[in-house]
């Protein structure tokens, strides 16, 4: 019997999750839930759509609900109130507030005997275990993640917001000269501007002033201020025709010592190169569903993370296959 | 408490186990065990030394053994014998008998009330978990690993026995043109030979045929004849300033596609480049053995491989800690 999973929210990310199971012969799409009337979404599989309001009538027919929602209003209510009734996935990553989402989660997951986790994707998600497992095995290191290049959504909607402007783009982009020191084993000190530059891409309106406009981009604080940004204006076709994919991708590297007088130096770097961000992503929550309702079986309730997930949990294959081939 | 360990075996990996467990304050050593006479064994911090045989007279003083042994003739009896009485940790990588191995040990460990992992290191072992996560994230996709540049301790002791060698030191070093055609994506089929190279250092015997020696090489089969293999004669003392490390290494590659489509593709890169092969090993050990001691503690017994730990029992932070600073 494949594993029954409810998508919630059809963005970027449900879309990509409804791609992914398609991949995954022991799991299967029962629904979409959104908050907008049924009849308005379409699917790319004609998957079913359901009003999120009901998503609790439909308990029985789900294993894993993945909550595809943004971290900044949709989770921090949409995760307790589903773990209630439902195993449960998200990817929230607002960092500060993570220790206090975890343990709304928690109290909610163990209320209704559910198994959730938060955070999943890639960063946090695959970039945190490598974060993990590197400190463990070198806990004389450093470590050191870069990411890009690859499109920043919050960076682009910033600079779409400057008077002037109707569309823009901007790349992360890790500084060659810093990544090639980590991997030196150099353990350099790199301050923000060392280490990501930032380029955009902004179709201005016909007559704006693009100096006044390429200042506010670079003086921004927070967001330009501390980096070397480049700024490019470009037409509406050219935005459309090279910047209409959304690529991501980066690196986790540990610098660190071994030996009795720390004389031997290693690398660990673990490096993504993504052509669709929000579908990689999608890829990590159905693994980790597989491995939500797993947990959820052998008892295993409560909030989890990556962290807590023993790696035999995400693969299809039996303990014995794994041992076998893959070990 | 700090978690109590014995290192059983004392060549260059138990040595770096002895090095490794200073860096990690919760755990301390216990004492070395060797099948040689104890007052001929010098250890390089002063750890005490005892006879192999004794070994379950000090039961109550160890909670995890690593065995450091080799796969050929000591762990399939010393791992399933040690793991009747003790927690332990082996290296085991002879791949087609994993699964013997594997079922002789978590018979004895669960006989005992113990928790054992075999095939710990990085391949197997980091590796294993690489292949393993980045199939279970991207199903329609293609693995690849490559090793080196490093020393392989079988191909050189095979050199060294062909007729008028005196030394010789065997780099594996992956082909770079088929690296960078895995990491862009094309999915190659690659041949043993498209792989790596085998460069060959070697110290003659003086009036020694170099040129057949060469030949022998080169053509031995299931080593060298499936390779294109470098042969350089060196003198003794260019082999002693050039080539006394142990420097290792190499590559977990994955390439995938995800979309309605298959349309995009992803790389996922897992990279090793280490200084001292068997430093690195001993340190993927220790973080090991935190983890079959906490296992153990948590009653999970019998049999285990990275693929059945949970992360976060590799780190000797706590779960609120890991949560805030490395997810």
Redesign the interface.
């Known amino acids: 019997m494949s594993i029954r999973i409810a998508i919630v929210g059809y963005g970027n990310l449900g879309k990509?999750v409804e791609?992914?199971i398609?991949?995954?012969p022991d799991t299967e799409l029962y629904a979409v839930f959104s908050r907008r009337a049924p009849e308005t979404v379409k699917t790319?599989?004609g998957a079913k759509v359901y009003l999120l309001d009901d998503i609790i009538n439909h308990k029985d027919n789900i294993d894993t609900v993945i909550i595809c929602g943004g971290s900044a209003t949709d989770l921090p209510t949409q995760t307790p109130e589903l773990a209630k009734h439902f195993n449960v996935i998200d990817s929230f990553d607002t960092?500060a507030k993570?220790?206090e989402h975890?343990s709304n989660v928690d109290a909610a997951a163990k209320q209704g005997g559910n198994t959730a986790m938060i955070?999943v994707g890639w960063d946090?998600g695959?970039f945190?275990?490598?974060?993990?497992?590197a400190?463990?095995?070198?806990?004389?290191g450093k470590d050191y993640t870069f990411w890009g290049k690859g499109v920043s959504q919050g960076h682009s909607d910033a600079v779409r917001r400057i008077e002037g402007v109707l569309d823009a783009r901007q790349y992360t982009i890790p500084v060659d000269e810093a990544v090639d020191r980590v991997?030196k084993g150099e353990n350099p000190e790199l301050s923000t501007r060392d280490k990501h530059i930032r380029e955009c891409f902004v179709v201005a309106e016909d007559g704006a002033d693009k100096e006044r406009i390429e200042n506010e981009i670079k003086t921004m604080p927070n967001y330009f201020a501390d980096y070397n940004t480049i700024v490019h204006f470009i037409s509406a076709e050219e935005m459309k025709r090279d910047h209409s994919g959304i690529p991501h991708g980066g690196m986790v590297l540990r610098s660190?010592k071994?030996?009795?007088q720390c004389?031997?130096?290693?690398?660990?770097?673990?490096?993504?190169?993504?052509?669709?961000n929000p579908?990689?992503t999608?890829?990590?929550f159905v693994?980790y569903a597989?491995a939500v309702y797993r947990m959820n079986r052998h008892g295993n309730i409560g909030c989890k993370?990556?962290?807590?997930?023993?790696?035999?949990y995400?693969?299809?294959k039996s303990?014995?296959e794994?041992?076998?081939h893959?070990?």
């Open positions: 990509g791609c992914a398609k991949q995954n790319l599989t960092h993570i220790p975890f955070s946090p695959m945190s275990l490598n974060r993990l497992y400190e463990a095995i070198l806990p004389d991997r660190g071994t030996g009795l004389e031997h130096t290693h690398i660990i770097e673990y490096k993504l190169k993504l052509d669709s579908e990689f999608s890829s990590v693994a597989r993370t990556v962290f807590d997930i023993p790696p035999a995400l693969s299809p303990a014995e794994l041992r076998a893959l070990l």
